[in-house]
């Protein structure tokens, strides 16, 4: 189960043949708190297919909890829920320990909810892998952040409509990643991917993906984004990328379109390490089960 | 309801079919003083990275926009709104109006909503006062364009299915407006863009009315690059 698996290196995925049996649900459930000014873990429910593990963090990493999906990936009717709660002057980096494979579906929907909050002064930072959308797979995702005042968090998420290195596409199915991020329990920002049926026609239109397979998006809560902005836009350009940020409604926002997934990943990458570093005093360089 | 009517049928003696026609006229034409013609939803930006280029292309642009992309998000919280008034639901239309305040892909879609609509509720307020339009949109300055339009509808007993196809044909006009002098394109073709893009309004507007709230979302990634990269594009006529 910890064998590294990405849509780039075929050799090591899993059949699709062969998914994992359905009706899963899962649930990871972390709260993170301040002790004697260090951050400890004040709280952990796991329920298969999830578990938290809690390797050794890297030197200036936060307190650092891998989430892993045992079971490979999710088929319809399968569930994963996220509760990750850093509090109030607490720090911590979770981070996936692979990527999510969403086999396809004889018709339910799977379901993944990642709940994360953040008190005051606290950092978070939520770090995905790769979510790799077999053909006709049906996924809902609801992230659902808040952020205190004071605090600050980096999340992000990436998507594959296919096993691109395989040469496969998503063409059919539904994928709806909603994203809702509150400060101090007020909305203030709304947004979902919503693509239901012809996922082929959405991914080929101009005003769609314009032939682009690999997104990514991710969010920066801070209490003062203009900075962070100026960071972003600064990262080199990468060619066959398409990347774009913005500040709206006081959150900062960027995305990434590619038709080549490991070159958006690089380029996601690289932001990524320059905002931790930035707003999160982490180092640039990225966790290791990012690299592996 | 006779197909097509303008009029909500318990609307009332004082608004006849005509009435509503002619203030939707009036207040979704270009001269309505919102700036609608300063704005381009990314379209500048696009036209500047060479996605589009004919009739064909700026066509494909837009109706990805009105199916996929922020006009329809304004589309199916136009009839969640007009319905919330319809309804005499405040709660629920506070809940839409602060939705539609939050769902916004970009700052300067947000800043074309928000400056539209607070342009809207000025207009509307000093040129066509009503007591029912005061009571919904009390304490709301600068709320999402279309939901401030959807509510002015509903007040004046104008049917959201017209309202809506009037809403969306501008919002449509405005963009091909703005790709004719951007692409440029002919005066010509850009009739011809809108004259396709009004075929495919019934559609939306169809859709839009059924359309869970729990299913709202958007399409058109492109879109919202171009919207992004526009906020540092060198030289620019839009604000959008």
């Known amino acids: 189960m910890f064998a590294a698996i990405s849509p780039f290196d075929g050799t090591q995925e899993l059949d699709a043949s062969s998914p994992p049996p359905p009706g899963m649900h899962g649930i990871a459930e972390v709260r993170l708190t301040t002790r004697d000014g260090k951050t400890d873990l004040a709280d952990l429910r796991q329920v298969s297919p999830l578990r938290v593990l809690f390797p050794t963090a890297a030197s200036g990493d936060p307190l650092t909890a891998a989430l892993v999906t045992t079971s490979g990936g999710l088929v319809g009717g399968d569930s994963l829920a996220f509760d990750l709660r850093v509090e109030d002057g607490a720090s911590g980096l979770f981070v996936a320990q692979a990527a999510e494979k969403i086999y396809r579906s004889s018709g339910a929907d799977g379901r993944i909810d990642v709940r994360l909050s953040v008190g005051r002064d606290g950092w978070l930072e939520y770090l995905p892998q790769e979510t790799i959308l077999f053909d006709n797979a049906r996924l809902r995702r609801c992230t659902d952040v808040d952020v205190a005042q004071g605090g600050r968090l980096l999340a992000g998420e990436m998507l594959v409509f296919g096993r691109t290195a395989r040469g496969e596409r998503m063409n059919h199915g539904l994928i709806r990643d909603a994203w809702t991020i509150r400060r101090n329990g007020r909305m203030v920002w709304s947004d979902a991917l919503h693509l239901d049926g012809d996922i082929a026609g959405r991914l080929d239109d101009g005003a769609g993906f314009d032939g682009c397979h690999a997104m990514a998006t991710l969010a920066l809560v801070v209490d003062d984004p203009p900075p962070f902005l100026t960071i972003l836009r600064a990262c080199p350009d990468h060619s066959q990328v398409r990347f774009g940020a913005t500040i709206v409604n006081g959150i900062l926002i960027a995305r990434w379109l590619s038709a080549d997934a490991q070159t958006l990943r690089r380029s996601f990458g690289y932001a990524w390490g320059e905002l931790r570093a930035a707003a999160g005093s982490c180092p640039k360089t990225l966790p290791r089960l990012w690299h592996i | ?240």
């Not at chain 2, 079919?17 to 979704?28: A, H, V, Y």
């Open chain 2, 1 to 240: 309801m006779p197909p097509g009517s303008i009029t909500m049928p318990d609307a009332g003696a004082t608004t006849t079919d005509n009435d509503g026609l002619l203030r939707l006229m009036s207040w979704l034409s270009p001269a309505f003083p919102i700036g609608s013609f300063s704005y381009s939803h990314g379209l500048e930006q696009a036209v500047e990275a060479g996605l589009l280029t004919d009739l064909d292309s700026v066509t494909g642009w837009v109706a990805g926009i009105l199916r996929h992309g922020g006009a329809w998000i304004d589309a199916v919280l136009f009839c969640q709104a007009h319905r919330a008034v319809r309804e005499n639901a405040p709660n629920r239309l506070a809940e839409i109006f602060d939705l539609a305040e939050a769902w916004r892909g970009t700052a300067e879609t947000a800043l074309e909503s928000r400056s539209q609509g607070k342009a809207f509720v000025k207009a509307l307020s000093a040129c066509w006062p009503s007591e029912e339009w005061d009571r919904w949109m009390a304490g709301r300055e600068a709320p999402a364009y279309a939901v401030a339009v959807a509510v002015a509808a509903a007040a004046a007993g104008i049917a959201e299915e017209a309202a809506l196809a009037a809403f969306l044909h501008a919002v449509a006009a405005n963009l091909v407006s703005a790709a004719v002098r951007l692409v440029p394109l002919g005066q010509t073709d850009g009739q011809k863009a809108v004259r396709a893009l009004v075929r495919i309004l019934p559609e939306v507007v169809a859709a839009a009315a059924v359309h869970p709230l729990a299913d709202l979302g958007t399409a058109t990634p492109m879109v919202d690059w171009a919207s992004m990269r526009h906020e540092t594009q060198y030289t620019r006529l839009f604000r959008s």
